[in-house]
């Protein structure tokens, strides 16, 4: 019964495609006894019982084609977890299930069509790519950089328009349209794409990690899971459970992370930003001709005051490297953990019992447990100087790995993240799924100083209100919008 479940699962998680944030979602707080599944606060408008299942689509239809081996050349980081998603040149003894399903779609791409897979290592593409377009070049097929980079090169009119290339079909499931909605400019030109040629977009996705042990060492705490599905797991349930966890735990009392114990590490570029989303609101939004920035500033102010009393007043929480709350979880030394998804696998040979969380929503009302994908995670660009007769190429070329992906690499990632050791119980599943249901892509975060200035509130706490940085972002962000972001519209098409 637990494969079929699980095989379920991974067949349902594999055509989901991720669901955009509303804008400040919140509905009228539901009675203690609603269930979640409370139509009103579904933002998918989805019933069910009801609503008709829709079958898989084929692969993509694209035409016999052989490039003579020509290189297709690919920028990419040379951070090791994110260059190994899209290329594995060789296979070692040790190699992974997911790094040999890599290096096959390389394989398979490369005899279907005649090409020949390069890769030029970079820590960040913006200097290759700006000499590229400067020099008229044709060089590059494809940019692979953080989401941030990604769109400060797209801002700087260095990308192709992903609409031009014939035969990316960006309707497909195999491309996400929800992150593409939110990538768009206004005139609906797409600089920067995401879909299952990736399966990081949902590793980097922000998670809660927890000791299992400990929390059921203490009478009367209730399961982290159950308070989940009863929409009960809330920010203030969180600081209880902390402050409870660490009272129960015989630290040295140095309050260093190295060695003390704590109910709760946090990592300031992680948190900084969910808590923001777990308040509801998103940063920014293409609404009535005109960009708008919904953050509700008194919320936003007062959640960050709570994190900060937390970890800065409890004694019982701590913000630390990610590095640093890894090993101290690790050592169970520390309850929750501020993670990713892909953590997991850093856990699976841990003799820890450990289970993985969404963020808790900050209020009741909040509709979904809004989960942000970090600004590492890869994203896409094609040379804006890219020719026609390339263009054909790249397009046959994207659209083969992304169908393979779909088809092949993200099965078995997440049947790699679920089973090999690393989720340790069905109901940790059930929130991977809850988790990957309500990520949200938001231009606001991946496009602006949004992260240094969520980060630098949370980690000095001697910042003061939040609500005054949030207005000096969204000056700084509206200029570059409307000077930058807005003018590629304006461009005359090549």
């Known amino acids: 019964m637990k494969k079929l479940i699980l095989r379920a699962f991974l067949l349902l998680l594999t055509l989901l495609m991720v669901i955009p944030l509303a804008s400040c979602q919140e509905t009228p707080a539901p009675q203690e006894t609603d269930p979640v599944t409370d139509p009103d606060t579904d933002p998918t408008g989805s019933d069910p019982e009801t609503d008709p299942e829709t079958d898989p689509q084929e692969g993509p239809d694209l035409p016999e084609k052989n490039y003579g081996n020509r290189e297709f050349l690919m920028v990419i980081r040379t951070d090791s977890r994110m260059l190994g998603e899209l290329y594995v040149d060789t296979l070692s003894s040790t190699a992974t299930s997911v790094e040999r399903a890599v290096y096959q779609r390389l394989s398979d791409v490369s005899t279907a069509y005649g090409v ?3 890769v030029r290592k970079v820590d960040t593409s913006t200097k290759d790519v700006s000499s590229n377009v400067k020099s008229g070049q044709d ?8 989401a941030r980079t ?17 035969y990316v079909n960006l309707s497909a499931d195999w491309w996400s349209q929800e992150a593409h909605a939110e990538f768009a400019t206004p005139g609906g030109k797409l600089f920067v794409a995401i879909g299952d040629i990736s399966y990081m977009s949902v590793g980097s996705a922000h998670a809660l990690w927890f000791n299992k042990a400990m929390v059921g060492d203490v009478d009367g705490l209730a399961s982290p899971y159950d308070l989940v599905r009863e929409n009960k797991w809330l920010f203030d349930t969180f600081e209880e459970y902390v402050l409870t966890l660490d009272a129960n735990l015989d630290g040295d009392g140095t309050g260093d992370i190295a060695t003390d114990t704590f109910g709760y590490s946090g990592y300031g570029w992680g948190v900084g930003i969910q808590m923001l989303y777990s308040t509801g609101c998103k940063i920014l939004e293409w609404k009535n001709d005109d960009w708008t920035f919904p953050v509700k500033k008194d919320t936003a102010n007062e959640a960050l005051f709570d994190l900060r009393d937390l970890v800065y007043n409890s004694g019982s929480a701590i913000l630390s490297s990610h590095g640093g709350g890894k090993t101290a979880f690790g050592e169970q030394r520390v309850a929750f953990i501020d993670g990713e998804v892909h953590d997991a696998m850093g856990f699976a040979g841990l003799d820890l019992n450990y289970g993985i969380l969404p963020f808790p929503k900050y209020r009741k009302n909040v509709r979904e447990y809004y989960t942000v994908v970090d600004g590492g995670t890869n994203l896409f660009g094609v040379m804006r100087n890219t020719s026609d007769a390339n263009a054909e190429r790249i397009s046959v070329v994207l659209e083969a790995m992304a169908w393979e992906g779909h088809d092949k690499v993200l099965p078995l990632y997440y049947d790699t993240v679920l089973s090999y050791q690393a989720l340790k119980d069905e109901d940790s599943i059930e929130m991977l799924h809850i988790i990957h249901d309500s990520l949200i892509w938001d231009l606001g975060y991946y496009y602006s100083k949004a992260c240094n200035v969520f980060h630098d509130c949370v980690t000095n706490p001697e910042t003061g209100s939040l609500s005054k940085a949030v207005e000096e972002l969204e000056e700084s962000t509206r200029t570059q919008l409307y000077e930058k972001w807005n003018a590629l519209d304006l461009e005359e098409e090549e």
Request: glycine fraction near 8%; hydrophobic fraction near 45%; aromatic fraction near 24%.
């Open 139 to 146: 060089v590059y097929d494809l940019i692979v950089d953080s």
């Open 116 to 118: 020949v897979f390069g």
């Open 150 to 166: 990604s769109f400060t090169n797209a801002a700087a009119g260095y990308y192709y328009d992903w609409n031009n290339l014939p």
